[in-house]
């Protein structure tokens, strides 16, 4: 069973990958419902499918019609469609899959020798490490928001008032609940994401349908496999960016997208031609899709070794886990080892499977792309609605999950970002209590979280990091405002 939910993790990730639309976050928060009666190893496998296989699949449209199925994919657009429009579409798609299967290969075994380290280390962390930790990861987020920094900081604080909402675990007290009983439990995480992520994408996509050129399409694609020159230009590239991908996907919120631009940056500073970059350069394809899905198994660093979610996929897939009663953190590998090491074995078994799946399916992929989004918007929703009812049979829940969508839909017309604020309802419980907790044992001194030598640290480097993001945004308001 658990071989047959990765598979379906990978096919579907796939899919979403070359489907430009729902992303793996979408595909993620409408699937959730479905692992309720799943095992915990089944789920995190299907999701872990779903994720890494989404990075593999956005490659494709960005090759063939310069169009990236996932964020994770646009800088593939660059030199990958100017390889394809050459006709060497076949080797562009051929070192993306296996540049990709490398970087998961890789991030797999650095998974395995830092995760214990870490949750070593993170046993001897009380409340107070915690919240400094966690407040770190939020401002991190902030320093690597893709718009202003302003407006990723109000939606952090959104983000942490959402999670208040229900009844406080310590006074007994209910906060904004209205009298509602489906909100004395919080609002659900399930429709919200699929509200903001699910909903949120349909109604964008209605409006700005992708026009490809679908000349691609119609020729047959040939020598997926690259040649001797191709691989000796590529394994420079995917050596680099197996590392880079691997340490920015442990960082909160830099991620699989951060990582290809910095591993495109990176090749083209370091290549005898840098002139080929955007003309056709296969470096160009390779350094990134391999950092991207590199990228992918680092961010499971920090969720099972402390229990901190690095990014919006992390944070659905910790909600999955807590779902069945599994708490991610410096036990899981001591309380649950079936869970641990059944992810492992999941995303070698998983790097396999899409390996197996891309190169001889490209066709497949191909006949897929020519579906119009009108034919998958009503599908989306449907599976939408299904899925935050059968939550608890509760129409409240739908209704939650569309006022959801209709926000996500302005947020993203006005250019904030949705990832800040779902991680900061992920994780404003956590920030609560464990603020709440290290103040009970200190006494109510708020020097517990300077004299500390992990709090102090961490204080210190989101004092600087929110300073520098402040300061970046003046100086580039002060430019707008002078042209």
Same mark, same amino acid.
């Given at each position: 069973m658990n071989f047959l939910y990765c598979f379906l993790g990978c096919f579907i990730g796939t899919l979403v990958g070359v489907l430009p639309g729902i992303g793996p976050v979408g595909a993620m928060s409408i699937l959730l419902p479905t692992t309720f009666g799943m095992t915990p190893v089944s789920a995190i496998a299907m999701f872990g499918g779903i994720f890494y296989g989404a990075a593999y699949g956005g490659s494709t449209t960005s090759i063939l019609v310069n169009i990236p199925g996932e964020a994770v994919s646009v800088v593939t657009c660059l030199d990958g469609y100017q390889m394809a429009k050459q006709g060497r579409a076949g080797p562009a798609l051929g070192i993306s899959a296996f540049g990709s299967f490398i970087g998961g290969t890789f991030s797999v075994i650095g998974l395995m020798l830092l995760v214990f380290p870490l949750a070593k280390a993170a046993l001897s962390f009380g409340p107070a490490e915690y919240f400094c930790i966690v407040l770190m990861s939020m401002t991190l987020l902030t320093y690597l928001a893709q718009g202003s920094v302003l407006k990723a900081i109000v939606m952090i604080l959104f983000g942490l008032i959402l999670s208040t909402v229900g009844v406080d675990l310590v006074s007994g007290v209910q906060r904004f609940t209205y009298r509602s009983d489906t909100l004395q439990d919080g609002i659900g995480m399930v429709p919200l994401a699929m509200g903001v992520f699910g909903i949120a994408e349909v109604l964008t996509n209605i409006e700005e349908e992708a026009k490809m050129d679908r000349a691609l399409l119609k020729s047959k694609i040939t020598h997926l496999l690259p040649n001797l020159s191709d691989w000796k230009r590529s394994l420079g590239p995917i050596g680099r960016g197996s590392l880079l991908g691997f340490f920015l996907g442990i960082l909160p919120g830099a991620g699989g997208l951060i990582a290809s631009f910095l591993s495109y940056a990176v090749e083209k500073k370091v290549s005898k031609h840098p002139e080929e970059f955007g003309h056709g350069a296969i470096e160009g394809v390779a350094g990134p899709e391999t950092a991207n899905n590199s990228a992918a198994g680092g961010a499971f660093v920090p969720l099972l070794a402390m229990g901190i979610p690095s990014n919006?996929?992390?944070?659905? %897939?910790?909600?999955? %886990?807590? !779902?069945?009663?599994?708490?991610? /953190?410096?036990?899981?590998?001591? +309380?649950?080892?079936?869970?641990?090491?059944?992810?492992?074995?999941? #995303?070698?078994?998983?790097?396999?499977?899409?390996?197996?799946? +891309? &190169?001889? #399916?490209?066709?497949?992929?191909? $006949?897929?792309?020519?579906?119009?989004?009108?034919?998958? #918007?009503?599908?989306?929703?449907?599976?939408?609605? !299904?899925?935050?009812?059968?939550? +608890? +049979?509760?129409?409240?829940?739908?209704?939650? #999950?569309?006022?959801? /969508?209709?926000? /996500?839909?302005?947020? @993203?017309?006005?250019?904030?970002?949705?990832?800040?604020?779902?991680?900061?309802?992920? &994780? /404003?419980?956590?920030?609560?209590?464990?603020?709440? $907790?290290?103040?009970?044992? *200190?006494?109510?001194?708020?020097?517990?979280?300077?004299? @500390?030598?992990?709090?102090?640290?961490?204080?210190?480097?989101?004092?600087?990091? %929110?300073? *520098?993001?402040?300061?970046?945004?003046?100086?580039?308001?002060?430019? @707008?405002?002078? $042209?």
């Open positions: 919006v996929i992390m944070a659905i %897939l910790l909600g999955a %886990l807590m !779902i069945h009663g599994v708490v991610p /953190g410096p036990t899981l590998i001591s +309380n649950h080892p079936e869970i641990f090491w059944g992810t492992i074995a999941s #995303m070698y078994i998983g790097n396999i499977m899409l390996l197996v799946l +891309n &190169l001889p #399916m490209i066709g497949l992929w191909v $006949q897929l792309l020519k579906v119009p989004y009108r034919v998958l #918007m009503p599908l989306i929703i449907l599976f939408c609605l !299904i899925g935050a009812y059968s939550l +608890n +049979n509760n129409a409240v829940e739908v209704l939650i #999950m569309i006022l959801f /969508g209709l926000a /996500g839909y302005i947020f @993203r017309k006005f250019e904030y970002e949705e990832a800040p604020m779902v991680l900061a309802f992920i &994780l /404003g419980p956590m920030l609560e209590t464990n603020f709440r $907790q290290a103040m009970i044992i *200190s006494g109510g001194r708020l020097s517990v979280f300077f004299t @500390r030598p992990i709090c102090a640290g961490s204080m210190i480097l989101s004092v600087i990091l %929110l300073f *520098s993001a402040s300061l970046s945004y003046y100086k580039k308001a002060k430019v @707008r405002l002078n $042209q």
